[in-house]
């Protein structure tokens, strides 16, 4: 596939699992692995295994997913957990449905390997979060996944502001608001490396539902990067 491509990896204590997901990054695509703020020595991990290190010290993953997207001069961009829950390998298939025009913005939705691979209450706050986004949009989405590529441009001018869990629905949303093709592919989901910093909880799950349920509730918003 000849065309340019970033890929985006939040990274917050992924020194267990980094060596697992940058192997798998396609060949000639640039990592950009965005440090929130790690003590494990992912970043130093991350740069030994050829990737390029972006820090972010502001926590929050639409904080690093966002700083990513400014770092990233690609064509085309790529998101995906930094956790070995999913595999970058896969991400040639979304971003050649982008490229020949089938849509603007892919999807990965996670489908659990193993059991224990999605803790039931991570599970059933995404479940909830898709039937909501449902009704706000109209996409048929079943997950909100973090395993998407579009084009850079075009996600830039979405202008998106969430810098906490939100940011990866409001992605979504303001989409949909825009008139973008949003597509949905199955991808395997497997149990990720190390301990969960977000949905690992009920906290941590109830933090991200409050996160994204702001966003549903937000009207349109203007474009531009920032």
């Known amino acids: 596939m000849s065309v340019t491509v970033d890929v985006v990896l939040p990274c917050l204590d992924e020194a267990e699992a980094l060596p697992w997901v940058l192997a798998r990054i396609p060949e000639g695509w640039r990592t950009l692995v965005v440090d929130n703020g790690s003590t494990d020595g992912s970043a130093d991990l991350a740069r030994s295994l050829g990737a390029t290190v972006v820090h972010e010290p502001r926590r929050g993953f639409g904080a690093a997913c966002h700083t990513g997207l400014l770092a990233a001069d690609a064509e085309y961009v790529c998101f995906c957990d930094c956790d070995a829950s999913l595999d970058p390998g896969l991400l040639p298939g979304l971003v050649r449905r982008v ?23 991570a599970r059933a706050g995404n479940l909830a ?46 989409a949909a608001d825009a008139g973008w093709r949003v597509g949905e592919v199955d991808v395997p989901y497997l149990p990720r490396a190390g ?32």
């Open 99 to 121: 490229a020949d025009g089938e849509a603007d913005l892919m999807l990965g939705r996670r489908r659990p390997q193993v059991r224990g691979a999605w803790p039931p209450h």
């Open 129 to 174: 979060l898709a039937r909501m986004t449902r009704r706000r949009t109209g996409l048929g989405l079943r997950d909100l996944g973090p395993m998407r590529a579009a084009r850079r441009k075009d996600l830039l001018g979405l202008g998106l502001t969430d810098r906490r869990s939100g940011y990866p629905l409001e992605m979504v949303v303001r």
């Open 195 to 226: 301990r969960s910093k977000v949905t690992g909880t009920w906290r941590g799950t109830w933090q991200a539902v409050h996160d994204m349920r702001s966003v549903l509730a937000d009207g349109p918003a203007p474009g531009g990067a920032s």
